[in-house]
C-alpha cells in the first residue's frame, strides 16, 4: 500500500514566505549610480539621518540616496535637494538613534512612507504617525 506524502510536501507551521524586492532599473542605471557617488563626494560618507560614518567593523558606513518625496510620489529623480544620504544598517558610531530605536536610518524612513501612504488609501490602521515632511514644504517649493 502506497502512503502519503502530503505530510513531507506540505509546508511547515515555521515556513516563511518571503518575496524579494525587485530594485528599479532606474536605481541601477550609470546616470544614478554617477549622481550617488557625486552626492557622496560633494557632502561626505556620512548618513544625514543619525551622523553614522562608520560600521561596527571599523568599515565606512553604507549608503543608500533617498529621495525625500519618494519618485512614486512625484518627487524629482535627480533633485540633490530632495536626495538625503540614509545608512541602511543598524550598529557603527551611529547608535542608539535619538528615539531609542535600532535599525538603519533607511529602512526606517522607507517603512514610515509606506505606513504613511496606506493610511492616505485608507489601510494599514495602528499608530497614526506624524508626516515625513510638513505640507508647507510639499506645496511651497
Not at 21 to 45: H, M, P, Q
Not at 52 to 70: M, N, P, Q
Not at 85 to 92: F, Q, S
Request: net charge positive; with cysteine.
Amino acid at each position: 500500500m502506497l502512503k502519503s506524502r502530503r505530510s513531507k510536501l506540505a509546508p511547515s507551521a515555521r515556513s516563511k514566505l518571503v518575496i524579494r524586492k525587485r530594485t528599479d532599473e532606474f536605481y541601477l542605471s550609470r546616470a544614478w549610480k554617477d549622481f550617488v557617488a557625486a552626492l557622496i563626494k560633494e557632502r561626505g560618507r556620512r548618513c544625514e539621518g543619525c551622523g553614522k560614518t562608520r560600521e561596527d567593523d571599523g568599515s565606512f558606513v553604507r549608503l543608500i540616496a533617498d529621495h525625500k518625496i519618494e519618485r512614486q510620489d512625484g518627487g524629482a529623480d535627480f533633485d540633490k535637494a530632495n536626495i538625503q544620504l540614509l545608512c541602511c544598517r543598524a550598529g557603527g558610531d551611529g547608535r542608539p538613534h535619538a528615539d531609542g530605536d535600532r535599525g538603519g536610518c533607511h529602512p526606517r524612513k522607507t517603512a514610515r512612507a509606506k505606513a504613511d501612504r496606506l493610511s492616505l488609501l485608507g489601510g494599514g490602521g495602528g499608530v497614526k504617525k506624524p508626516p515625513l515632511i510638513s505640507e508647507k514644504a510639499l506645496f511651497h517649493s
